[in-house]
């Protein structure tokens, strides 16, 4: 306090924690509500620019023009975490939401764990460059603090470098857009269809395959029998078929010398 640096009681940090929790569901109802309409790119960018401007209220916090304007540090804060969080969950609902849109169907924990993995992977990767550039600025020690400033002033800049690939790697599309209007494969959109009409991808393989074994199953008992199966008879065969039973050319010779 002496130095008039912020003093939060660790109370006030559990509570904005609360309201920053509570920021993320307001941010998912108001992207429900709100976005549907906007382009995924449109909803990248300007999220992304307001994210910018999020993080420079982080130096105004530092160099306590907070206090210079007669807003307590407390009610600053609380301001801060709801802010950003709920730009947060903004910016990223369309990486889920388009993701979730061109997924082919049947590898969707496969999606999942490469989009948790590359997302954890770029975190992990930013933390280790801004450890790099805090060195490079001397680092940030106390009870001085000394280039906190110019090091949030650069993180809160850099802010702005995804902009600048969001029309290179964001889809065209919106969130109201169907996976073929985004300009999905055929590996999805075929896919997506024979799930809207109650099957699977693989039904129509599977039921093609069924029909091989049951022909092939037949015409081997006619080879055998030396006679044409009946409908009856056939149906028979591909009901067996259908429980997986064989047949083997031991026991229609076996048959053959009962009859």
């Not at 290179?168 to 896919?191: C, E, F, K, N, R």
């Not at 039921?207 to 074994?213: F, I, P, V």
């Not at 029998?225 to 026991?251: A, H």
Request: glycine share 8%; with cysteine; charged share 15%.
């Amino acid at each position: 306090r002496e130095r008039g640096y912020p003093c939060i009681s660790p109370i006030v940090f559990s509570w904005v924690n609360v309201a920053g929790s509570a920021a993320l569901v307001a941010g998912t109802a108001l992207y429900t509500s709100a976005f549907q309409s906007w382009s995924f790119r449109k909803i990248i960018c300007y999220s992304q620019l307001l994210l910018v401007f999020v993080n420079y209220i982080d130096l105004l916090w530092v160099m306590r023009l907070n206090i210079a304007v007669g807003i307590p540090d407390e009610v600053f804060l609380f301001g801060d975490e709801v802010l950003g969080d709920v730009i947060s969950r903004l910016n990223s609902m369309p990486f889920f939401i388009f993701a979730a849109k061109l997924c082919p169907p049947n590898i969707e924990a496969s999606m999942f764990a490469l989009f948790m993995g590359l997302s954890n992977f770029g975190s992990a990767a930013g933390s280790y460059v801004g450890s790099g550039v805090l060195q490079i600025f001397g680092g940030v020690r106390p009870p001085n603090f000394e280039h906190l400033q110019h090091y949030i002033a650069l993180r809160s800049a850099l802010r702005i470098l995804p902009v600048i690939l969001v029309p290179i790697l964001v889809p065209y599309g919106s969130p109201a857009d169907t996976a073929a209007q985004m300009g999905a494969g055929v590996a999805v959109t075929d896919g997506l269809l024979g799930l809207s009409d109650g099957s699977s991808p693989a039904s129509d393989n599977e039921s093609s395959s069924a029909t091989t074994s049951c022909n092939s199953t037949s015409n081997l008992l006619e080879h055998e029998m030396g006679d044409t199966l009946d409908e009856t008879s056939s149906n028979k065969v591909c009901s067996f078929t259908d429980r997986e039973m064989s047949f083997t050319l031991d026991d229609v010779q076996c048959t053959q010398r009962k009859s």
